[in-house]
């Protein structure tokens, strides 16, 4: 087979201008080289900031921001991209590789229909017909399991949950049929049965049509159904490269082996308690100008201290419930009771208390946050306006809360561009955290960590929970993290809960079909899972 | 008694035809064909190319006879015959006649009348006409009632203009073919006119262009064959462009600075005094009219005029005596306030900084004001206790001192209420002696020259470009345009 | 120490000595500003070093008392119109509901009143001085200022980081000045640099008018108007003070394109 | 969603209509402010105070003013403006032509500038403090610096004086062919352009520059897209709205501000008509320009906010 991608010592920097001070230079990767055939997939795994993203980006011979290729070679096809002019780039990227972008949230043009974005290389690079295009990105989407295949391409980016449009810019990618798919964190907003759709789908398109992939993650158990070799990376090192067998099983470095074993974060289910602190009582809610229920008739308690989980397939209206409780979207039937007193359905009419103590996570941390304010900025707002925290006393305090999310000082100065995927999500924690409130809502809060980092994140929010009694809503599609962190748990689909109890009684059979569906979903760490599910699956609907 | 020659014809042979286009400022989209509402130059000159006045007063200040064949005054001067020509035809088809001309009398000396020309017709007491002769009688005897029915307002129209004063419709060599006001107005020659001597093209038009440069342009470029009110800045050097002449003519027209003299601190006349030496008259003509005019003697007459006195002394820039005029009248010392704007006259603003500066010299503590040009004319002049403006004179001494100095003028913009003055003023209309006349008209410049409150610094020469094409240019002091006749008097080599 | 580019450093330069030249005016200035000299229009010599214009006065010291009003004037009405359009605009948006849309149509409808019309009565009811001058030149400008802040801050309100400043029960405040103002500023300071060159412009139509600017001061407008009768016949009068009008708005520009780039870049600058 | 769409439009055409009369009252007390009246300044220094007093009352000068503006405001409504009181002429008459002129002049100018001003913003945006985005910026910048009727004595005297390529004076009349109106706008067209150009061209290149740097910027250029492409479609669409706005108050000057360049040129248009008898007090014909005018102001304004909104989804479906 013959070599598609070959890295060799690539050295990248970036330039730092902090608003106050010298710029002055970092290297981010320090020499990193690999291999990639035709159809094969080499998955890049390892901590949060290690330089994942930005040694796929170089696969496009492209440097995010003020981040720059300072060394090194990268061949595509057996020419060095980096010597390039940027013509010869331009036709390579968009059509030899493409790119799947880790935050599609940001990624996507806001003023511009989905289709017309999917379609868009193909057009451009002149490789098939308008109409040809949106065949082949309607088959994309129905094999993504995007709801609507046929009409979803007429939305806008805002219009689609979360985890929709992730799966929207692998459609993106794949459409114009590259020779190189780089896909950073593909998966990460998905919940464990859409997860497989999509992972199936980039299979299929491996096998149909010999594409190679490099798949940037820090799922364990998906980048070993996905991928030939791993490579793991940290602090922008090579810490070990090798077949997906021996890394999974065999893992050489220490490193390795502290993300391979299983997450250590545990607590167990308390009891229902005091009377709870969040109570939503059959509550509806649909976006203006649609024409149909996104919640519908939702009831779920949570009680001071303890933790509610909402897992349920990706668009099923988990971020909807949690802007219907914030008071973003206005329900239109229902009651929410928050310690004890009823919510305003807007925002404008809560009181400053009401709003300190019930904050929000966003689940695209990057546009939550103001790009033209630094993360000292960010995190020390909420204590100065909440507190009246200033100068040293709210910079100490900062620090603080950089620490618990495991970032050094040097970030405070920086702008959220500057920072990785979850880098950013980590900010947004501390920017709730901050607050002190009595409850957060965690809209998929841990989905862009490493095991490692998020690992340290669930220790660091049940810390809390213990003594300062949060409570938290916690969205997410990880099984296993709401095995470690909840004490109630709720199953959406379509907008209903459809399953709703303790944990041990929600993770317990007898199942109803779709939690079922949901459990036998989640990944092992074992190769070849995938194919036994999909098998699996196939068989019985062929039985039904 | 018969009064002035009928001026002769041009001597050069005129040749016929061709399309004439006049470059003409001064018109606004408001401008109507009514002769009773003309203010401005292009109105002006729309209306000597339709329309015809009795008589016209010739370049040499004698008298045209157009409409009026013959004119005899009674010996007192109070009853005026004037015969009308018989054979004119109006645009229309229909032949003038003696009783239109009586009614556009009548039209303009109405009580309800809203003609410029309302304040020269005060002074008839009745109108008549028998067969083809037009009597006027006056209340009290004017030698001067020719020239003032020479006034270019009163053009005859059919039945006076009473059906529909704007329709355009009068005697004149050219008819109107085209009226879009502010913008152009179009001519063709009336085959019927009965004066082959005038009207040589057989079309014209009058094309709007409001500013300097664009109207120098158009002449330049060759789109337009005559252009008026040259800027005097540029005129020689726009005078070097080729196929190009500017044509200057000493007029009545005076630039001038204008005190109530019943208001303080103007009432004093040594201040007044003051301020008259501190003019740098030489210098004002030298650079706000580059030398295009000819200094001012504080009265509004010049030699323009007949009967001019030429022996009032011309009044000197002298700072000392301004300086003794100024302390003798024991000003306070705060800041005489001088109204200006550009609207009053082209370069008001710049002789007022010359005044400023030469008044500043003598310690007279003249400021400027600037006023805005929207309302100058309504809100500024003749209300504000000092202000410039613009006087385009009138045709004969008398109507230029009773429109503005005598105790009851309607335009009294200095103040002045002299009974000597007055009495003058009277003794003069009834004199038909020219020499006594003189005399008195002498006696009432020496007058206002000491006493009044005008400040008159220069006169202005009407300064017009003409392409070389163009033959049969004369100097007409009357106004600009050869008193408008350009279209009607000239024609193409 | 901040690198500044060499365009923004001429820009700067340029710019500053205009400052400079106005705020010294008396000092440097050969010649008073009302004082005559010389003869008509005399050709720039070492006495008069850009010669005199329609009435023979030196003309380099009206250009730099000119350049005192005419900078000082723009530059207090452009801040005017600047800071109150803006702040207006973006309240506006944020505060959202009938307020916004209020807020929004009386400007339309000041707008839609030709300026003229407006400028004359304004000039008929006020007392005709330099502080009328700016209010009047800086209120007409608001409306135009306004609509454009608008414009630009309603697309950032529908942010998300907005709607999360929002939910932690932000003040209108600190959401118009440091969640929307900072995403808006580069087509505000674009526009920035274009109001102040409309503004040098419009003091001279308004001293024309009669309003504000007094004789024998002038402004650099002014002078041009004085003097353009010799243009087209190559007299530098009126070209000087045109031409310093553009010197002066191309070195603005120059320096609001260096702000522009350090405030386009979401890393800070570089 | 075309539901929305023509919800919102229809809602901010009857608003729009409501402005236009709140703009009439306005208009109504504006000219009835004004000092100076239509009698004195028709008749000017010839006049008599008689004279004055009988004009006056032809006029109609004397009933009082909310009669006079309710006769006035139905009349109107009918499409009657009723006659100057200077010339007596019939103002929707004579309007009509002027405003014909006016509205080819600023149609022939918007056709010109206003896609070459955004090529060139977009081209400034492309080469990015590179020579040609200096050379866009300082040429458009010294040409909107330079007043406008001394850029237009330039272009008239080297176009027609010196090169005698087109005539100086852009006078039209009734029977001309459309060439030869063409002809004649050809100058003040250029100049118009070059005083609206950098406005419109600087605000595109803001605009678009503030967007530039977004991660679906990003994506496009991970598309391998040309810069242009890039540009124009990707950014462009993000950064309209502040240029439309700046395009419509460019327009909205075209129709109503250029009284400098149609004096210069000798176009009858409607600046010189409102100017001419602002400065006459003929409120009839003032009052009717000023009605077209605001009438202009809000028809472009309301494009404008119509045209933000369509283009931002997120303010056409809100969250
Ligand atoms: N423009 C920039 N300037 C400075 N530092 C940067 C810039 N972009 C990224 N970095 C830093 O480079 C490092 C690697 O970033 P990268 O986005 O490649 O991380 P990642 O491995 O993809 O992490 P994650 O899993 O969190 O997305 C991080 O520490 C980040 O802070
Ligand atoms: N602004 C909007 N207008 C119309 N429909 C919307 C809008 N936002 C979301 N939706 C739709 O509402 C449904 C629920 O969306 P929501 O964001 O709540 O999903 P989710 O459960 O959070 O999914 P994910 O796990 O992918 O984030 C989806 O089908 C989505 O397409
Ligand atoms: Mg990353
Ligand atoms: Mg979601």
């Given at each position: 087979?013959?070599?598609?991608?070959?890295?060799?010592?690539?050295?990248?920097?970036?330039?730092?201008?902090?608003?106050?001070?010298?710029?002055?230079?970092?290297?981010?990767?320090?020499?990193?080289?690999?291999?990639?055939?035709?159809?094969?997939?080499?998955?890049?795994?390892?901590?949060?900031?290690?330089?994942?993203?930005?040694?796929?980006?170089?696969?496009?011979?492209?440097?995010?921001?003020?981040?720059?290729?300072?060394?090194?070679?990268?061949?595509?096809?057996?020419?060095?991209?980096?010597?390039?002019?940027?013509?010869?780039?331009?036709?390579?990227?968009?059509?030899?590789?493409?790119?799947?972008?880790?935050?599609?949230?940001?990624?996507?043009?806001?003023?511009?229909?989905?289709?017309?974005?999917?379609?868009?290389?193909?057009?451009?690079?002149?490789?098939?017909?308008?109409?040809?295009?949106?065949?082949?990105?309607?088959?994309?989407?129905?094999?993504?399991?995007?709801?609507?295949?046929?009409?979803?391409?007429?939305?806008?980016?805002?219009?689609?949950?979360?985890?929709?449009?992730?799966?929207?810019?692998?459609?993106?990618?794949?459409?114009?049929?590259?020779?190189?798919?780089?896909?950073?964190?593909?998966?990460?907003?998905?919940?464990?049965?859409?997860?497989?759709?999509?992972?199936?789908?980039?299979?299929?398109?491996?096998?149909?049509?010999?594409?190679?992939?490099?798949?940037?993650?820090?799922?364990?158990?998906?980048?070993?159904?996905?991928?030939?070799?791993?490579?793991?990376?940290?602090?922008?090192?090579?810490?070990?490269?090798?077949?997906?067998?021996?890394?999974?099983?065999?893992?050489?470095?220490?490193?390795?082996?502290?993300?391979?074993?299983?997450?250590?974060?545990?607590?167990?289910?308390?009891?229902?308690?005091?009377?709870?602190?969040?109570?939503?009582?059959?509550?509806?809610?649909?976006?203006?100008?649609?024409?149909?229920?996104?919640?519908?008739?939702?009831?779920?308690?949570?009680?001071?201290?303890?933790?509610?989980?909402?897992?349920?397939?990706?668009?099923?209206?988990?971020?909807?419930?949690?802007?219907?409780?914030?008071?973003?979207?206005?329900?239109?039937?229902?009651?929410?009771?928050?310690?004890?007193?009823?919510?305003?359905?807007?925002?404008?009419?809560?009181?400053?208390?009401?709003?300190?103590?019930?904050?929000?996570?966003?689940?695209?941390?990057?546009?939550?946050?103001?790009?033209?304010?630094?993360?000292?900025?960010?995190?020390?707002?909420?204590?100065?306006?909440?507190?009246?925290?200033?100068?040293?006393?709210?910079?100490?305090?900062?620090?603080?809360?950089?620490?618990?999310?495991?970032?050094?000082?040097?970030?405070?100065?920086?702008?959220?561009?500057?920072?990785?995927?979850?880098?950013?999500?980590?900010?947004?924690?501390?920017?709730?955290?901050?607050?002190?409130?009595?409850?957060?809502?965690?809209?998929?809060?841990?989905?862009?960590?490493?095991?490692?980092?998020?690992?340290?994140?669930?220790?660091?929010?049940?810390?809390?929970?213990?003594?300062?009694?949060?409570?938290?809503?916690?969205?997410?599609?990880?099984?296993?993290?709401?095995?470690?962190?909840?004490?109630?748990?709720?199953?959406?689909?379509?907008?209903?809960?459809?399953?709703?109890?303790?944990?041990?009684?929600?993770?317990?059979?007898?199942?109803?079909?779709?939690?079922?569906?949901?459990?036998?979903?989640?990944?092992?760490?074992?190769?070849?899972?995938?194919?036994?599910?999909?098998?699996?699956?196939?068989?019985?609907?062929?039985?039904? | 008694?018969?009064?002035?020659?009928?001026?002769?014809v041009q001597a050069a042979e005129p040749v016929k035809g061709g399309h004439f286009v006049l470059g003409l400022k001064g018109g606004e989209s408001t401008n109507s064909l009514d002769p009773a509402l003309s203010a401005s130059q292009v109105p002006f000159n729309v209306l000597r190319g339709w329309g015809e006045t009795l008589l016209n007063v010739a370049p040499d200040g004698g008298l045209e006879y157009r409409l009026a064949e013959s004119v005899e005054a009674t010996d007192d001067g109070q009853s005026w015959h004037f015969t009308i020509r018989s054979g004119v035809k109006f645009h229309n088809g229909e032949t003038m006649t003696a009783q239109d001309v009586l009614k556009t009398m009548e039209r303009h000396s109405n009580e309800d009348s809203k003609s410029g020309a309302l304040g020269i017709m005060r002074g008839i007491d009745s109108m008549s006409v028998e067969g083809n002769v037009f009597t006027v009688n006056l209340t009290t005897a004017s030698s001067d009632l020719p020239y003032l029915l020479a006034d270019y307002h009163l053009v005859i129209q059919p039945n006076g203009g009473m059906d529909d004063p704007a329709a355009g419709i009068g005697t004149g060599p050219y008819k109107i073919t085209e009226n879009e006001p502010g913008a152009r107005h179009g001519f063709e020659k009336f085959a019927d006119y009965w004066d082959d001597s005038r009207g040589h093209y057989d079309t014209y038009e009058i094309i709007v262009i409001n500013d300097d440069t664009a109207r120098a342009a158009a002449l330049q470029s060759g789109q337009v064959n005559a252009i008026n009110i040259v800027s005097p800045k540029t005129a020689k050097l726009f005078g070097r462009a080729p196929g190009i002449s500017i044509e200057t003519t000493s007029g009545r027209g005076h630039y001038v600075f204008v005190m109530h003299v019943d208001t303080p601190p103007f009432d004093n006349k040594d201040l007044r005094l003051a301020?008259?030496?501190?003019?740098?008259?030489?210098?004002?003509?030298?650079?706000?009219?580059?030398?295009?005019?000819?200094?001012?003697?504080?009265?509004?007459?010049?030699?323009?005029?007949?009967?001019?006195?030429?022996?009032?002394?011309?009044?000197?820039?002298?700072?000392?005596?301004?300086?003794?005029?100024?302390?003798?009248?024991?000003?306070?010392?705060?800041?005489?306030?001088?109204?200006?704007?550009?609207?009053?006259?082209?370069?008001?603003?710049?002789?007022?900084?010359?005044?400023?500066?030469?008044?500043?010299?003598?310690?007279?503590?003249?400021?400027?004001k600037r006023e805005p040009a929207d309302g100058y004319w309504s809100e500024v002049w003749n209300k504000q206790p000092f202000a410039a403006s613009y006087w385009g004179g009138r045709a004969v001494q008398d109507q230029m001192y009773t429109t503005a100095y005598l105790s009851t003028a309607d335009w009294n913009d200095t103040r002045f209420k002299n009974a000597d003055f007055d009495e003058l003023l009277l003794q003069a209309r009834a004199e038909l002696d020219e020499n006594k006349r003189k005399d008195v008209y002498g006696q009432m410049g020496r007058l206002l020259n000491e006493e009044g409150g005008l400040i008159n610094p220069m006169f202005n020469q009407f300064i017009d470009g003409v392409s070389a094409k163009v033959a049969g240019w004369e100097a007409n002091p009357n106004a600009e345009m050869m008193d408008g006749f350009i279209a009607s008097k000239t024609w193409f080599e | 120490m901040i690198r500044i580019p060499t365009s923004a450093l001429i820009g700067l330069v340029i710019t500053a000595a205009y400052f400079l030249a106005a705020l010294f005016a008396p000092l440097i200035a050969p010649f008073g500003?009302?004082?005559?000299?010389?003869?008509?229009?005399?050709?720039?010599?070492?006495?008069?070093?850009?010669?005199?214009?329609?009435?023979?006065?030196?003309?380099?010291?009206?250009?730099?008392?000119?350049?005192?009003?005419?900078?000082?004037?723009?530059?207090?009405?452009?801040?005017?119109?600047?800071?109150?359009?803006?702040?207006?605009?973006?309240?506006?948006?944020?505060?959202?509901?009938?307020?916004?849309?209020?807020?929004?149509?009386?400007?339309?409808?000041?707008?839609?009143?030709?300026?003229?019309?407006?400028?004359?009565?304004?000039?008929?009811?006020?007392?005709?001085?330099?502080?009328?001058?700016?209010?009047?030149?800086?209120?007409?400008?608001?409306?135009?200022?306004?609509?454009?802040?608008?414009?630009?801050?309603?697309?950032?309100?529908?942010?998300?980081?907005?709607?999360?400043?929002?939910?932690?029960?932000?003040?209108?405040?600190?959401?118009?000045?440091?969640?929307?103002?900072?995403?808006?500023?580069?087509?505000?300071?674009?526009?920035?640099?274009?109001?102040?060159?409309?503004?040098?412009?419009?003091?001279?139509?308004?001293?024309?008018?009669?309003?504000?600017?007094?004789?024998?001061?002038?402004?650099?407008?002014?002078?041009?108007?004085?003097?353009?009768?010799?243009?087209?016949?190559?007299?530098?009068?009126?070209?000087?003070?045109?031409?310093?009008?553009?010197?002066?708005?191309?070195?603005?520009?120059?320096?609001?394109?260096?702000?522009?780039?350090?405030?386009?870049?979401?890393?800070?600058?570089? | 969603?075309?539901?929305?769409?023509?919800?919102?439009?229809?809602?901010?055409?009857?608003?729009?209509?409501?402005?236009?009369?709140?703009?009439?009252?306005?208009?109504?007390?504006?000219?009835?402010?004004?000092?100076?009246?239509?009698?004195?300044?028709?008749?000017?220094?010839?006049?008599?105070?008689?004279?004055?007093?009988?004009?006056?009352?032809?006029?109609?000068?004397?009933?009082?003013?909310?009669?006079?503006?309710?006769?006035?405001?139905?009349?109107?409504?009918?499409?009657?403006?009723?006659?100057?009181?200077?010339?007596?002429?019939?103002?929707?008459?004579?309007?009509?032509?002027?405003?014909?002129?006016?509205?080819?002049?600023?149609?022939?100018?918007?056709?010109?500038?206003?896609?070459?001003?955004?090529?060139?913003?977009?081209?400034?945006?492309?080469?990015?403090?590179?020579?040609?985005?200096?050379?866009?910026?300082?040429?458009?910048?010294?040409?909107?610096?330079?007043?406008?009727?001394?850029?237009?004595?330039?272009?008239?005297?080297?176009?027609?004086?010196?090169?005698?390529?087109?005539?100086?004076?852009?006078?039209?009349?009734?029977?001309?062919?459309?060439?030869?109106?063409?002809?004649?706008?050809?100058?003040?067209?250029?100049?118009?352009?070059?005083?609206?150009?950098?406005?419109?061209?600087?605000?595109?290149?803001?605009?678009?520059?503030?967007?530039?740097?977004?991660?679906?910027?990003?994506?496009?250029?991970?598309?391998?897209?040309?810069?242009?492409?890039?540009?124009?479609?990707?950014?462009?669409?993000?950064?309209?709205?502040?240029?439309?706005?700046?395009?419509?108050?460019?327009?909205?000057?075209?129709?109503?501000?250029?009284?400098?360049?149609?004096?210069?040129?000798?176009?009858?248009?409607?600046?010189?008509?409102?100017?001419?008898?602002?400065?006459?007090?003929?409120?009839?014909?003032?009052?009717?320009?000023?009605?077209?005018?605001?009438?202009?102001?809000?028809?472009?304004?309301?494009?404008?906010?119509?045209?933000?909104?369509?283009?931002?989804?997120?303010?056409?479906?809100?969250?």
């Amino acid at each position: 087979m013959s070599e598609l991608l070959r890295v060799r010592d690539l050295k990248i920097g970036a330039h730092v201008i902090p608003p106050d001070g010298d710029p002055f230079d970092i290297e981010i990767v320090h020499g990193v080289s690999f291999d990639l055939k035709k159809g094969q997939v080499l998955g890049l795994i390892g901590e949060s900031g290690a330089g994942k993203s930005t040694i796929g980006l170089s696969a496009l011979a492209y440097g995010r921001g003020g981040v720059e290729i300072t060394g090194g070679e990268v061949f595509i096809n057996g020419s060095d991209i980096l010597k390039d002019s940027l013509g010869n780039l331009r036709k390579l990227r968009g059509h030899v590789v493409t790119y799947v972008s880790q935050s599609a949230a940001a990624s996507f043009n806001p003023a511009k229909k989905l289709m017309n974005q999917v379609t868009e290389s193909c057009i451009q690079h002149n490789l098939c017909s308008q109409s040809e295009a949106e065949e082949r990105a309607v088959t994309l989407f129905r094999k993504l399991g995007l709801p609507e295949p046929e009409t979803i391409g007429d939305r806008y980016p805002h219009q689609v949950s979360g985890g929709q449009l992730q799966r929207v810019m692998t459609a993106m990618a794949l459409c114009p049929q590259p020779d190189l798919v780089v896909f950073d964190e593909p998966t990460t907003a998905l919940d464990v049965t859409t997860q497989i759709d999509v992972l199936a789908a980039i299979k299929e398109a491996i096998r149909d049509t010999g594409v190679g992939a490099l798949y940037i993650t820090h799922d364990l158990a998906v980048v070993a159904q996905v991928s030939d070799q791993i490579m793991v990376l940290q602090n922008g090192n090579t810490v070990e490269y090798g077949d997906t067998e021996q890394i999974i099983n065999r893992p050489a470095e220490a490193y390795t082996q502290a993300l391979v074993s299983i997450r250590s974060a545990e607590h167990a289910e308390k009891l229902p308690t005091d009377a709870p602190v969040l109570k939503v009582d059959g509550i509806s809610a649909r976006y203006p100008g649609t024409k149909f229920d996104v919640l519908n008739d939702v009831s779920l308690e949570l009680r001071p201290g303890q933790t509610l989980a909402i897992v349920g397939e990706s668009g099923s209206g988990k971020s909807t419930l949690a802007r219907t409780i914030t008071g973003l979207l206005p329900q239109r039937s229902g009651e929410i009771t928050f310690d004890g007193r009823g919510l305003t359905q807007t925002l404008a009419e809560r009181s400053k208390e009401d709003l300190r103590e019930l904050q929000m996570i966003y689940q695209m941390a990057d546009v939550a946050m103001n790009p033209r304010q630094t993360i000292a900025m960010i995190i020390g707002r909420p204590l100065e306006f909440y507190f009246g925290l200033r100068g040293s006393e709210r910079d100490k305090r900062v620090r603080e809360l950089m620490d618990e999310i495991e970032l050094g000082p040097e970030f405070l100065s920086r702008y959220p561009a500057e920072l990785s995927g979850g880098q950013k999500q980590r900010v947004c924690i501390a920017r709730a955290l901050a607050a002190k409130p009595k409850l957060i809502i965690c809209d998929e809060v841990t989905s862009a960590l490493d095991p490692l980092v998020a690992d340290g994140i669930l220790k660091l929010l049940l810390n809390l929970q213990k003594i300062e009694g949060v409570s938290y809503l916690f969205i997410t599609h990880d099984l296993a993290t709401v095995k470690s962190i909840a004490d109630t748990i709720a199953v959406m689909h379509r907008g209903k809960v459809v399953r709703y109890g303790p944990k041990s009684q929600v993770l317990s059979p007898p199942f109803d079909d779709y939690t079922d569906l949901l459990l036998s979903s989640v990944p092992e760490m074992k190769s070849g899972w995938l194919e036994d599910v999909i098998a699996h699956r196939k068989m019985e609907s062929a039985g039904n | 008694a018969v009064l002035g020659q009928v001026h002769p014809v041009q001597a050069a042979e005129p040749v016929k035809g061709g399309h004439f286009v006049l470059g003409l400022k001064g018109g606004e989209s408001t401008n109507s064909l009514d002769p009773a509402l003309s203010a401005s130059q292009v109105p002006f000159n729309v209306l000597r190319g339709w329309g015809e006045t009795l008589l016209n007063v010739a370049p040499d200040g004698g008298l045209e006879y157009r409409l009026a064949e013959s004119v005899e005054a009674t010996d007192d001067g109070q009853s005026w015959h004037f015969t009308i020509r018989s054979g004119v035809k109006f645009h229309n088809g229909e032949t003038m006649t003696a009783q239109d001309v009586l009614k556009t009398m009548e039209r303009h000396s109405n009580e309800d009348s809203k003609s410029g020309a309302l304040g020269i017709m005060r002074g008839i007491d009745s109108m008549s006409v028998e067969g083809n002769v037009f009597t006027v009688n006056l209340t009290t005897a004017s030698s001067d009632l020719p020239y003032l029915l020479a006034d270019y307002h009163l053009v005859i129209q059919p039945n006076g203009g009473m059906d529909d004063p704007a329709a355009g419709i009068g005697t004149g060599p050219y008819k109107i073919t085209e009226n879009e006001p502010g913008a152009r107005h179009g001519f063709e020659k009336f085959a019927d006119y009965w004066d082959d001597s005038r009207g040589h093209y057989d079309t014209y038009e009058i094309i709007v262009i409001n500013d300097d440069t664009a109207r120098a342009a158009a002449l330049q470029s060759g789109q337009v064959n005559a252009i008026n009110i040259v800027s005097p800045k540029t005129a020689k050097l726009f005078g070097r462009a080729p196929g190009i002449s500017i044509e200057t003519t000493s007029g009545r027209g005076h630039y001038v600075f204008v005190m109530h003299v019943d208001t303080p601190p103007f009432d004093n006349k040594d201040l007044r005094l003051a301020l008259k030496y501190s003019v740098n008259r030489e210098e004002m003509v030298e650079k706000v009219l580059n030398g295009y005019g000819a200094v001012g003697n504080d009265t509004p007459i010049n030699d323009a005029y007949p009967l001019f006195d030429e022996t009032i002394p011309q009044r000197q820039f002298d700072l000392d005596k301004a300086r003794e005029h100024y302390e003798a009248s024991g000003h306070d010392g705060s800041p005489i306030i001088l109204r200006v704007s550009d609207a009053a006259f082209a370069g008001a603003l710049d002789a007022a900084a010359l005044f400023q500066q030469s008044a500043q010299a003598a310690g007279i503590p003249l400021e400027i004001k600037r006023e805005p040009a929207d309302g100058y004319w309504s809100e500024v002049w003749n209300k504000q206790p000092f202000a410039a403006s613009y006087w385009g004179g009138r045709a004969v001494q008398d109507q230029m001192y009773t429109t503005a100095y005598l105790s009851t003028a309607d335009w009294n913009d200095t103040r002045f209420k002299n009974a000597d003055f007055d009495e003058l003023l009277l003794q003069a209309r009834a004199e038909l002696d020219e020499n006594k006349r003189k005399d008195v008209y002498g006696q009432m410049g020496r007058l206002l020259n000491e006493e009044g409150g005008l400040i008159n610094p220069m006169f202005n020469q009407f300064i017009d470009g003409v392409s070389a094409k163009v033959a049969g240019w004369e100097a007409n002091p009357n106004a600009e345009m050869m008193d408008g006749f350009i279209a009607s008097k000239t024609w193409f080599e | 120490m901040i690198r500044i580019p060499t365009s923004a450093l001429i820009g700067l330069v340029i710019t500053a000595a205009y400052f400079l030249a106005a705020l010294f005016a008396p000092l440097i200035a050969p010649f008073g500003v009302g004082e005559i000299v010389g003869d008509v229009w005399e050709p720039m010599s070492s006495k008069f070093l850009l010669g005199t214009d329609g009435i023979g006065r030196d003309l380099l010291s009206r250009m730099i008392y000119g350049g005192r009003t005419t900078i000082f004037v723009a530059l207090a009405a452009t801040i005017l119109s600047f800071t109150l359009g803006t702040i207006l605009a973006l309240t506006a948006v944020v505060v959202g509901g009938w307020v916004d849309m209020a807020l929004s149509r009386f400007i339309d409808l000041i707008m839609s009143i030709p300026t003229l019309i407006f400028a004359l009565v304004v000039l008929s009811v006020m007392p005709v001085t330099i502080l009328v001058l700016i209010l009047v030149m800086g209120l007409l400008d608001v409306t135009r200022v306004y609509r454009l802040a608008r414009a630009v801050a309603q697309d950032i309100n529908v942010m998300d980081y907005v709607e999360a400043a929002r939910l932690r029960g932000e003040g209108t405040p600190w959401i118009v000045f440091r969640e929307i103002l900072p995403n808006a500023l580069s087509p505000l300071v674009a526009e920035l640099g274009m109001r102040f060159i409309f503004m040098v412009l419009f003091v001279s139509t308004l001293s024309f008018l009669g309003l504000g600017i007094q004789p024998p001061d002038a402004d650099w407008g002014g002078i041009v108007k004085e003097n353009k009768e010799g243009i087209v016949y190559g007299i530098p009068a009126a070209l000087i003070p045109a031409f310093a009008i553009a010197t002066l708005a191309i070195s603005v520009n120059l320096v609001a394109d260096w702000v522009l780039s350090r405030t386009t870049s979401l890393k800070g600058g570089r | 969603m075309s539901f929305v769409v023509i919800k919102l439009v229809s809602q901010r055409i009857a608003l729009g209509l409501l402005l236009l009369l709140a703009a009439t009252v306005l208009i109504f007390i504006g000219t009835q402010i004004l000092p100076g009246d239509v009698a004195q300044s028709i008749l000017g220094q010839s006049a008599t105070p008689e004279a004055l007093a009988n004009l006056r009352r032809d006029l109609g000068l004397n009933e009082p003013a909310l009669n006079r503006y309710f006769s006035w405001l139905g009349n109107a409504l009918q499409g009657d403006l009723g006659t100057a009181l200077t010339n007596g002429k019939d103002i929707a008459e004579s309007i009509s032509g002027r405003l014909n002129n006016t509205l080819f002049l600023a149609a022939c100018a918007a056709v010109v500038s206003i896609p070459l001003a955004i090529f060139l913003g977009l081209l400034a945006v492309r080469y990015r403090n590179r020579w040609p985005d200096k050379m866009i910026s300082a040429i458009t910048l010294a040409t909107i610096s330079v007043p406008e009727f001394i850029l237009g004595y330039i272009v008239m005297y080297f176009v027609a004086v010196k090169l005698q390529w087109l005539p100086s004076v852009a006078i039209v009349r009734p029977d001309m062919s459309v060439f030869d109106r063409f002809e004649a706008v050809a100058m003040p067209v250029i100049v118009l352009t070059f005083v609206v150009l950098a406005h419109m061209m600087r605000m595109t290149r803001a605009a678009i520059l503030n967007v530039m740097e977004s991660a679906y910027i990003e994506t496009a250029e991970l598309k391998g897209l040309s810069a242009f492409r890039i540009i124009a479609s990707h950014a462009m669409p993000n950064a309209i709205s502040p240029i439309v706005n700046v395009v419509m108050l460019n327009l909205a000057y075209l129709v109503v501000g250029v009284v400098v360049v149609e004096v210069v040129f000798v176009y009858p248009g409607m600046g010189q008509y409102l100017v001419d008898h602002v400065s006459k007090r003929d409120v009839p014909v003032v009052q009717a320009t000023g009605l077209i005018f605001a009438a202009v102001y809000i028809l472009l304004n309301t494009t404008a906010d119509i045209i933000a909104i369509l283009a931002n989804p997120r303010l056409r479906h809100p969250k």
